[in-house]
């Protein structure tokens, strides 16, 4: 289990968006066509500071994403709608 240790305020705030993001993740994964799920596990929940080794992450995967269901538009899949 994950231990959270606030240091102010935001990052208790932050911590509660991010739990209530965790529980709607699975409703928008359901509806969305393609997700990008780059490597980002080594940067903190809150490492914002990190915004370059993000994108730099997708960039690695050659910008492209993984399917959200088996139909994505262009992949021969059915687009999903």
Same mark, same amino acid.
Do not use: K
């Given at each position: 289990? #994950?231990?959270? #240790?606030?240091?102010?305020? &935001?990052? =208790? ?5 991010q739990i209530?993001?965790?529980?709607? #993740?699975? %409703?928008?994964?359901?509806?969305s066509? =393609? =997700? &990008? ?9 809150? $490492?914002?500071?990190?915004?370059? &080794?993000?994108? #730099? *992450?997708?960039?690695?995967?050659g910008?492209? $994403? *993984? *399917? *959200?269901?088996? /139909? =994505?538009? %262009?992949? %021969? /899949?059915s687009g $999903? $709608?």
């Amino acid at each position: 289990m #994950e231990t959270f #240790e606030p240091q102010h305020m &935001l990052q =208790v705030v932050s911590r509660c968006f991010q739990i209530m993001m965790s529980y709607n #993740e699975e %409703g928008w994964r359901r509806e969305s066509d =393609v =997700v &990008l799920m780059p490597d980002v596990g080594a940067i903190p929940w809150d $490492g914002f500071q990190n915004s370059m &080794l993000m994108i #730099e *992450a997708v960039s690695a995967r050659g910008g492209t $994403g *993984a *399917a *959200a269901d088996s /139909g =994505v538009a %262009g992949e %021969g /899949g059915s687009g $999903g $709608g």
